[in-house]
C-alpha cells in the first residue's frame, strides 16, 4: 500500500470508528480528559487535511497541518509527562487574561454582567497565575514545546514552513501562486502543490494519527482497533522525531 490521499482517509476512518469505543467513566484526571480530547482533534484535524486536499483548497492546507502539529506536540508532551496539565492551564490562563485585559478597553458586557464582573474575572485568573508559577511552572513558548516534545527538528523545518504560509509570507505567495514561463509570469488560483510538498503533507498528516493512536491505546491500555493496526503495519514511514533531520 502506498501513501496517497486514499490512504490518509482510510487511516482516519479507521481511527474515527475506533475512537467511538472510547470514554471516560467515571471521568477520570484532568490529563486523561485532556489527552483523549486531544486525540479527538487530531482525528478531526486529520479529515480536514483529506475533505481539502480532495476539494483542492490547497492553500488552507498549511494552517489545519499547522494545529495538527501544535495538538500533537501537546499530547505528546502531556503523554509524557503527567504534570504537563499545569502547564496547559498556565497557557490557558494566560490567553484568557490578556482578551480580557483587552476587552475591558472596548467590548460591552454581556446582559447580566458588569465591568465589575470581569475586574472579578481578571483578578481570579491572576491569582490562579501566581499561584501556578509559585510552584515553579513557567508558560514555554511554542519552539521550547517543540523541543521538549523531541521535535526540535520538526520545529525548524516543517512548522516555520506552514506558519510562512500561514502568515501570508511573500515567497510562500508566489510558491503557491505564480508560474513563469519565459519572461511571462502567470498568478494562479488552487494551483496544486509539488508532488514533493504533497508527499511532505500526507507523510505529516498519516505520521501524527498513527504515532498518537498508538500513544493512546499504550495509555488506555487497550489494543489498537484491527484495521487501524493493519493499516499502521502496512505502511513504513520514519518517527516524527527524524523529521527534518539528515
Same mark, same amino acid.
Given at each position: 500500500?502506498?501513501?496517497?490521499?486514499?490512504?490518509?482517509?482510510?487511516?482516519?476512518?479507521?481511527?474515527?470508528?475506533?475512537?467511538?469505543?472510547?470514554?471516560?467513566?467515571?471521568?477520570?484526571?484532568?490529563?486523561?480528559?485532556?489527552?483523549?480530547?486531544?486525540?479527538?482533534?487530531?482525528?478531526?484535524?486529520?479529515?480536514?487535511?483529506?475533505?481539502?486536499?480532495?476539494?483542492?483548497?490547497?492553500?488552507?492546507?498549511?494552517?489545519?497541518?499547522?494545529?495538527?502539529?501544535?495538538?500533537?506536540?501537546?499530547?505528546?508532551?502531556?503523554?509524557?509527562?503527567?504534570?504537563?496539565?499545569?502547564?496547559?492551564?498556565?497557557?490557558?490562563?494566560?490567553?484568557?487574561?490578556?482578551? /480580557?485585559? !483587552? &476587552?475591558?478597553?472596548?467590548?460591552?458586557?454581556?446582559?447580566?454582567?458588569?465591568?465589575? %464582573? $470581569?475586574? +472579578?474575572?481578571? =483578578?481570579?485568573?491572576?491569582?490562579?497565575?501566581?499561584?501556578?508559577?509559585?510552584?515553579?511552572?513557567?508558560?514555554?513558548?511554542?519552539?521550547?514545546?517543540?523541543?521538549?516534545?523531541?521535535?526540535?527538528?520538526?520545529?525548524?523545518?516543517?512548522?516555520?514552513?506552514?506558519?510562512?504560509?500561514?502568515?501570508?509570507?511573500?515567497?510562500?505567495?508566489?510558491?503557491?501562486?505564480?508560474?513563469?514561463?519565459?519572461?511571462?509570469?502567470?498568478?494562479?488560483?488552487?494551483?496544486?502543490?509539488?508532488?514533493?510538498?504533497?508527499?511532505?503533507?500526507?507523510? /505529516?498528516? !498519516? &505520521?501524527?494519527?498513527?504515532?498518537?493512536?498508538?500513544?493512546?491505546?499504550?495509555?488506555? %491500555? $487497550?489494543? +489498537?482497533?484491527? =484495521?487501524?493496526?493493519?493499516?499502521?503495519?502496512?505502511?513504513?514511514?520514519?518517527?516524527?522525531?527524524?523529521?527534518?533531520?539528515?
Amino acid at each position: 500500500m502506498t501513501l496517497d490521499i486514499d490512504y490518509l482517509h482510510r487511516l482516519h476512518t479507521a481511527a474515527n470508528l475506533g475512537y467511538g469505543g472510547i470514554s471516560v467513566e467515571p471521568v477520570g484526571s484532568d490529563r486523561l480528559v485532556a489527552l483523549i480530547t486531544l486525540y479527538a482533534t487530531l482525528i478531526e484535524l486529520t479529515h480536514g487535511v483529506v475533505v481539502l486536499t480532495r476539494a483542492r483548497s490547497f492553500s488552507s492546507l498549511p494552517a489545519v497541518l499547522r494545529s495538527l502539529l501544535e495538538a500533537h506536540v501537546e499530547f505528546l508532551n502531556l503523554a509524557r509527562d503527567p504534570e504537563y496539565v499545569k502547564v496547559l492551564d498556565l497557557l490557558d490562563q494566560r490567553q484568557l487574561l490578556a482578551v /480580557l485585559r !483587552a &476587552s475591558r478597553q472596548w467590548l460591552p458586557a454581556a446582559e447580566g454582567d458588569s465591568p465589575h %464582573d $470581569a475586574e +472579578l474575572a481578571i =483578578e481570579r485568573l491572576e491569582c490562579g497565575v501566581r499561584a501556578t508559577r509559585a510552584e515553579g511552572l513557567t508558560a514555554p513558548d511554542i519552539k521550547e514545546r517543540f523541543a521538549r516534545a523531541d521535535l526540535d527538528a520538526l520545529y525548524a523545518t516543517m512548522y516555520i514552513g506552514l506558519c510562512s504560509y500561514v502568515h501570508v509570507n511573500k515567497s510562500a505567495l508566489a510558491l503557491g501562486h505564480h508560474v513563469r514561463d519565459g519572461e511571462r509570469l502567470e498568478i494562479v488560483v488552487h494551483d496544486e502543490p509539488s508532488p514533493e510538498i504533497m508527499r511532505a503533507y500526507l507523510t /505529516l498528516s !498519516a &505520521s501524527v494519527l498513527r504515532e498518537s493512536s498508538v500513544v493512546i491505546y499504550h495509555i488506555l %491500555d $487497550a489494543a +489498537l482497533p484491527g =484495521e487501524l493496526s493493519r493499516l499502521i503495519e502496512e505502511v513504513s514511514l520514519r518517527p516524527l522525531a527524524a523529521f527534518g533531520r539528515a
